[in-house]
Nanobody, 117 residues
Framework: VQLQAFGGGLVQPGESLRLSCAAS????????MAWYRQAPGKQRELVAT???????SYTDSVKGRFTISRDNAKNTVYLQMNSLKPEDTAMYYC????????????WGQGTQVTVSS
């Protein structure tokens, strides 16, 4: 499965961005879709997840500001990011778990989000 992520950019504090990540390739179904981020010098952290059943979770630092959603018909996951802060600056990666003769995981190439005045 290949993942293509879009939507990163340079914004000012308080502004918004919407990331999207589309999955393509061979799979029977997609289970959990997620967004991770990694800032320079820091470990990659889980930002948000959404299961095939619609269960959602967020890391505490983005609760109330970020919204994860998915379009199963398009095999796409979104991350709406509002009220962005400088500490949200990072490379954002999408990740999916999918079934194809077993359970597998795939990572996208990353999209840079920079929040700066």
């Amino acid at each position: 499965v290949q993942l293509q992520a879009f939507g990163g950019g340079l914004v000012q504090p308080g502004e918004s961005l919407r990331l999207s990540c589309a999955a393509s390739g061979r799979f029977f179904s997609i289970d959990t879709m997620a967004w991770y981020r990694q800032a320079p010098g820091k470990q990659r952290e889980l930002v948000a997840t959404i299961t095939s059943g619609g269960r959602i979770s967020y890391t505490d630092s983005v609760k109330g500001r970020f919204t994860i959603s998915r379009d199963n018909a398009k095999n796409t996951v979104y991350l709406q990011m509002n009220s962005l802060k400088p500490e949200d600056t990072a490379m954002y990666y999408c990740n999916v778990e999918y079934y194809y003769i077993g359970l597998h995981t795939s990572w996208g190439q990353g999209t840079q989000v920079t929040v700066s005045s």
